[in-house]
């Protein structure tokens, strides 16, 4: 089994693979480009973005971002991702539609052993994650390895996911927790 076979399978894997370093560097460069290039050269930013993501989609990233892989990125339609996020995709993240993620999100489906002998041989793994339809992350959200997050759940600034969270919820804290349920049509507001 190749170590991009034991990452994607979500097994121990060395990152330092050669095949995993070149496809990582293949998405650094795409990211680079994406972040140099002028916002007013829109059909230009979004081929580069769809390259990145293995996908056609009307997703929306400003700059600076940064991931890993890019095809393990799954977008849904009306995706949004302002300023400075980081997506770290060594396993799937698969995100609905209409979501939005504010400045300085952080989505991370990498993780490193407890134990410091491991942990300094290079081993790693890697959870999928799932976001589903009509999410919004405030600012600074941190989302760690092998959650899943609910249909229409608004996550407050700062908060860091590390459980589940149901839908249809306000959440918020570190850790992340549902804090109110969110009633249908309801205008999504923390006044």
């Not at 496809?23 to 002028?38: P, S």
């Not at 930013?45 to 940064?66: C, K, M, T, V, Y």
């Not at 991702?81 to 396993?91: M, P, Q, S």
Request: with cysteine; proline share 5%; hydrophobic share 40%.
């Amino acid at each position: 089994m190749t170590e991009k076979e034991k990452m994607l399978s979500g097994q121990m894997y060395q990152a330092w693979d050669a095949e995993l370093k070149d496809e990582r560097l293949k998405a650094k460069r795409l990211c680079f480009k994406i972040n140099q290039i002028c916002p007013t050269e829109s059909a230009q930013r979004q081929s580069l973005i769809n390259e990145l993501l293995g996908q056609e989609s009307d997703a929306w990233i400003e700059s600076p971002f940064n991931c890993d892989y890019g095809y393990n990125i799954k977008v849904g339609k009306g995706f949004y991702a302002n300023h400075g996020c980081t997506i770290l995709d060594c396993a799937p993240i698969t995100i609905g539609d209409n979501c939005l993620l504010a400045p300085g999100v952080v989505i991370a489906t990498a993780g490193h052993p407890l134990d410091p002998v491991e942990r300094a041989s290079g081993e790693e793994f890697a959870k999928a994650i799932t976001i589903g339809n009509d999410v919004w992350f405030g600012a600074n959200v941190t989302v760690c390895p092998g959650v899943t997050i609910g249909d229409n759940v608004v996550v407050g600034a700062g908060s860091v996911v590390v459980k589940d969270l149901p839908a249809n919820t306000v959440c918020a804290g570190s850790p992340a927790k549902p804090i109110r349920t969110l009633a249908v049509g309801e205008k999504r507001s923390f006044e």
